[in-house]
């Protein structure tokens, strides 16, 4: 186990899940793998499923259409709407679960990265807004913890065969 920083706060009040995430590499990188399509499907996804994205535009108004894929095919599709983008330093999007096609299933969370540096290690900090409490905790749930926390070590394995 690393000693690099991960929390997971789930504040119920304020709708929001707080997640600070530091990764062994530099930021250039780190944020490539959140922004590149090529990157982002290797590791988006908790084992054993993947990532397939089929429409990428990382640009403000732009959006990621995306499917999780199960072992056996099972596809659950979501976007990402990209709001607002300040490159290598922050961009926000909103996530929502859709149709194939990527129509909305709404409501959806407001999430807000952000991305710092000191002495080689990129600490990646996310706030995830939900307007609705149910949906917040549904997701909560169905495993959104675990299966985030398996995602973004995911990450930290790829990022090592990267730098």
Same mark, same amino acid.
């Given at each position: 186990m690393s000693n690099l920083l991960f929390d997971f706060i789930v504040n119920k009040e304020t709708k929001t899940v707080l997640i600070n995430r530091e990764f062994d590499a530099p930021l250039p990188l780190v944020w490539d793998a959140f922004t590149k399509q090529d990157i982002l499907d290797q590791w988006w996804a908790p084992a054993p499923w993947s990532s397939r994205t089929t429409v990428m535009n990382f640009e403000e108004g732009g959006?990621?259409?995306? #499917?999780?894929?199960? /072992?056996?095919?099972?596809?659950?599709?979501?976007?990402?709407?990209? %709001?607002?983008?300040?490159?290598? &330093?922050?961009?926000?999007?909103?996530?929502?679960?859709?149709? #194939?096609?990527?129509? /909305?299933?709404?409501?959806?969370?407001?999430?807000?990265?952000?991305? %710092?540096?000191?002495?080689?290690? &990129?600490?990646?900090?996310?706030?995830?807004?939900?307007?609705s409490r149910e949906r917040m905790e549904q997701q909560i749930a169905m495993g959104f913890k675990e299966g985030f926390t398996m995602t973004l070590d995911s990450l930290e394995k790829l990022l090592k065969t990267l730098s």
């Open positions: 959006r990621r259409l995306y #499917a999780m894929v199960s /072992p056996e095919g099972q596809e659950n599709w979501a976007v990402q709407q990209y %709001t607002s983008i300040t490159p290598k &330093t922050n961009f926000k999007l909103l996530n929502a679960f859709a149709d #194939a096609q990527g129509n /909305p299933q709404l409501p959806g969370s407001d999430w807000d990265l952000t991305f %710092t540096e000191k002495d080689g290690i &990129t600490t990646v900090n996310v706030s995830i807004y939900n307007e």
